[in-house]
């Protein structure tokens, strides 16, 4: 069967304040396909490590933390941060090879990450960029949902935003001026970077009861997607400028920035990481608030359709699907990810 997931890349695991310094912080994950368990030392270094005791499959995050090792409660081993058994209560020396895999972890933008290959082949470089929450600069609030669909369908979905005139009506939304945009999407080593503006269409719903009704806009986005599947989004809304193509030239409104990173747990469920808001010099009373409700709801509109159309890919597994305009970038990023996972799987 072909591989699913790609193993030499950074999946994000969650927000740093995720993973706390108290005893019984020991955080479970599941990436890719793998159970993940993981703390901080007492010095606050992170730590990643298969969520099993190689004596008998204990989950390790029911054990306890004792200094920078963690303890399996069920018959008491003790293992190193670096996966290696230290001791077997009631035995003079562990066993030969007793030891629980162990992951390269890095802490970047706000978000903490777990390489699922080798840890020595660990490349820090190829971490994405992104806005992080606690930049001075930004305002933005963070959290995360859990969907349940294969991460493939949300890599298309993050990569064909004409869905925001449907899926989004009662946010994003409100006209269908995002469905006329056909964006050229740059190829990039490990994803795609989209530019283009949609213009003059009305206020995004969100905002539409702050503007007379007439009032027009142009969006400028910037998107730059890399894989597993990390969106990290550059969102302005322009008063329109009457022009009908370059760089919005309208006056700024609103500056908007978020970061999202989508973690397959495995083939059918996903954790999505996410930002959102302003910066600061664009930031007025409550919009980050409304901001970060929407884009809440938002992601709920998400959920209920990919939750959907999972529920009837399984049904109707054999069943063709047509493509249409709106596939291209989609079509591309996948590309991108499939070669990639062909790369480190040679026949
Ligand atoms: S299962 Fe962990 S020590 Fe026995
Ligand atoms: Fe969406």
Redesign the pocket.
């Known amino acids: 069967m072909a591989e699913t997931f790609l193993k030499n890349a950074w999946y994000c695991a969650g927000w740093r304040d995720d993973v706390g310094l108290g005893q019984k912080d020991l955080v479970e994950r599941r990436i890719a396909g793998q159970s993940l368990l993981l703390y901080r030392t007492a010095e606050g270094a992170l730590v990643a490590m298969e969520d099993r005791?190689?004596?008998?499959?204990?989950p390790?995050s029911l054990g306890r933390k004792e200094g920078d090792a963690v303890r399996?409660m069920?018959?008491?081993?003790l293992f190193g941060p670096d996966g290696i058994c230290r001791a077997?209560p009631g035995m003079a020396q562990p066993p030969e090879g007793a030891r629980v895999p162990a992951f390269a972890t890095c802490e970047k933008d706000g978000w903490i990450w777990v390489w699922m290959g080798k840890p020595e082949d660990a490349d820090e470089s190829l971490i994405c960029e992104a806005y992080s929450p606690y930049d001075p600069d930004l305002n933005l609030r963070a959290n995360s949902i859990r969907i349940e669909t294969n991460y493939r369908q949300e890599i298309a979905n993050l990569a064909d935003l004409s869905h925001i005139s449907w899926v989004h009506d009662e946010t994003f939304g409100g006209t269908d001026g995002w469905a006329f945009i056909k964006p050229r999407h740059k190829r990039q080593a490990r994803g795609i970077e989209t530019r283009y503006v949609v213009r003059d269409i009305p206020s995004p719903r969100f905002t539409a009861h702050m503007f007379p009704k007439e009032a027009r806009f142009d969006i400028q986005v910037h998107v730059r997607l890399t894989v597993p599947c990390n969106f990290i989004m550059n969102f302005r809304i322009h008063e329109a400028d009457g022009l009908e193509s370059g760089d919005a030239q309208g006056a700024l409104l609103l500056d908007t920035y978020t970061s999202q990173a989508v973690t397959p747990r495995d083939e059918g469920t996903l954790d999505y990481y996410f930002s959102w808001g302003t910066s600061t010099e664009t930031e007025f009373p409550g919009v980050i608030d409304l901001m970060y409700r929407t884009n809440f709801d938002a992601f709920l509109e998400d959920k209920r359709i990919l939750e959907g159309q999972r529920r009837r890919q399984l049904e109707y597994p054999d069943a063709p699907q047509i493509d249409i305009v709106h596939d291209a970038g989609p079509g591309q990023m996948l590309w991108v990810l499939d070669k990639l996972i062909a790369a480190e799987n040679p026949a």
């Open positions: 005791c190689p004596h008998r499959s204990a390790l399996c069920y018959h008491g081993m077997v």
